[in-house]
């Protein structure tokens, strides 16, 4: 079965200052697409981040990089330069890839984080 | 560029009615995805469209829920005699081949049953 992880629950940082959250996954799929997502207090889930089993190259998006490690099961996301505007909730997500027609996501429980002026 | 929209943004209702959500995909995207949210949790997948295919279903999706995507475009959800554990966010995903297979979301709609 797939699993997400998210072992922080919340997180401080300065603004200004880079900040990892962390997430691990487990799945027996051999392809798979691992995805991060921001959700303000307004509700909205926002996509940042995606990251295929099989991409050579971390993905960055903008101020976004995935620390990818697949041996170790974990993609990491790393927020540099952090604005008050990041303050949200943010959650790691998985799916396999072609895997039939089964595309939903499996979901971690999040990480609150607080940007600190 | 509009995305996905969600309506309404809230519901709030009695024990035991009723209640439908629709949702409008990103235009072009095949795909569309309803999850439920409860405060603290991660989403939980609820079912999924393929144009007006419903290709999956979660167990959760009691006999209470019906979802249909008519023509594959928009998609409403229904709950009937709505329960006090229905209360949650319900958001709505869409994606297609072209965006790598993305979800994404709308607004969604929060729902209180009282």
């Known amino acids: 079965a797939q699993k997400i992880t998210q072992t922080q629950p919340g997180m401080f940082v300065q603004e200004k200052e880079a900040v990892t959250l962390d997430c691990t996954y487990d799945t027996s799929d051999p392809s798979y697409g691992l995805f991060w997502y921001k959700q303000p207090s307004s509700g909205e889930m926002i996509f940042l981040i995606y990251q295929g089993s099989y991409d050579q190259q971390n993905a960055t998006e903008g101020r976004y990089s995935l620390n990818f490690q697949k041996a170790r099961k974990s993609a990491n996301l790393v927020i540099s330069a952090s604005q008050l505007g990041d303050s949200a909730m943010y959650f790691c997500a998985m799916r396999g890839i072609n895997a039939g027609n089964n595309r939903k996501l499996i979901w971690g429980l999040g990480t609150s984080l607080a940007v600190n002026p | 560029d509009t995305g996905v929209s969600q309506d309404p943004r809230h519901k709030i209702t009695k024990r035991g009615q009723n209640v439908t959500f629709r949702c409008d995909p990103i235009?072009?995207?095949?795909?569309l995805y309803w999850y439920r949210q409860t405060l603290g949790q991660g989403p939980e997948f609820l079912t999924y469209f393929q144009n007006e295919a419903q290709l999956e279903k979660s167990r959760l999706l009691s006999d209470r829920f019906s979802a249909e995507r008519p023509k594959g475009s928009f998609s409403t959800l229904e709950i009937q005699r709505t329960e006090q554990g229905d209360s949650a966010m319900y958001l709505c995903?869409?994606?297609?081949?072209?965006?790598?297979?993305?979800?994404?979301f709308g607004p969604g709609t929060r729902l209180l049953v009282l």
């Open positions: 235009s072009e995207h095949n795909r």
């Open positions: 995903a869409s994606s297609s081949d072209k965006t790598a297979e993305t979800q994404y």
